[in-house]
């Protein structure tokens, strides 16, 4: 089955403990994103990669790592959380062939940092 | 201004109406357009591209203005599984960042 995979799907840290979430697709898809979701502040991308070894900063990167080493595996990495970072967050891909080609998201990680 | 603004709801409706929603972008270089459906704490999924022709896909109608930059979703005979949040998506292009709007949150009532 084609799909985005999210891992943990729920966590609680402390502030300043390092923590990576975990994403991984099946479908052979070039572009990758991480983004959150916060109340009355809608989806906000946090880093892209539209390839192997390239990432881009979205609209709200600070705070968060990210890297590409296969065009399957797209980690988010906090350094050190911090409360802020507290947030709902989701992992996509899409193909690149056609320009219409939607997002796929896996199925979020829930993030609580106290 | 907001790069893609919704109708803010909450829109209540009962069984069986037809209920539109209706989103603005302001980007004139955009050229991909999404409808997404969003259930509560899960993830989007896609409810359908949108054409400049306009498409339909059973009872959703979507329809794209250039023009005018405006983007609708219509939906039909509504059920009550259509309860959702209803993201308009806007993106530039190809691989470029997809832009979503704060979304417009509909509970059908029986």
């Known amino acids: 089955e084609a799909q985005v995979t999210q891992n943990p799907r729920y966590l609680i840290t402390v502030t300043g403990k390092k923590l990576t979430v975990t994403c991984s697709q099946n479908m052979n898809h070039e572009y990758m994103s991480w983004y959150r979701q916060d109340p009355g502040l809608g989806l906000r991308q946090i880093y892209y990669s539209m390839n192997v070894e390239v990432t881009d900063k979205g609209d709200v990167p600070e705070g968060y790592k990210v890297s590409r080493k296969e065009k399957r595996n797209f980690p988010l990495i906090l350094e050190s959380p911090s409360p802020n970072q507290t947030s709902l967050y989701f992992c996509a891909s899409r193909g690149t062939v056609s320009y219409n080609s939607p997002l796929h998201f896996g199925n979020g990680t829930r993030l609580t940092v106290t | 201004r907001k790069e893609v603004e919704q109708d803010p709801g909450p829109f209540n409706v009962p069984e069986g109406a037809t209920v539109a929603f209706n989103c603005t972008y302001s980007?004139?270089?955009?050229?991909?357009f999404f409808w997404y459906r969003q259930d509560c704490r899960k993830e989007p999924k896609l409810l359908m591209s949108v054409y400049s022709s306009g498409n339909e896909d059973g009872r959703f109608t979507a329809q794209l203005n250039r023009a005018s930059q405006y983007i609708s979703l219509l939906i039909r005979d509504s059920k009550l599984s259509d309860s959702a949040t209803y993201l308009c998506v806007v993106t530039p292009g190809r691989g470029q960042n997809f832009v979503f709007g704060p979304g417009t949150r509909l509970s059908v009532l029986p």
């Open positions: 980007n004139s270089a955009s050229q991909s």
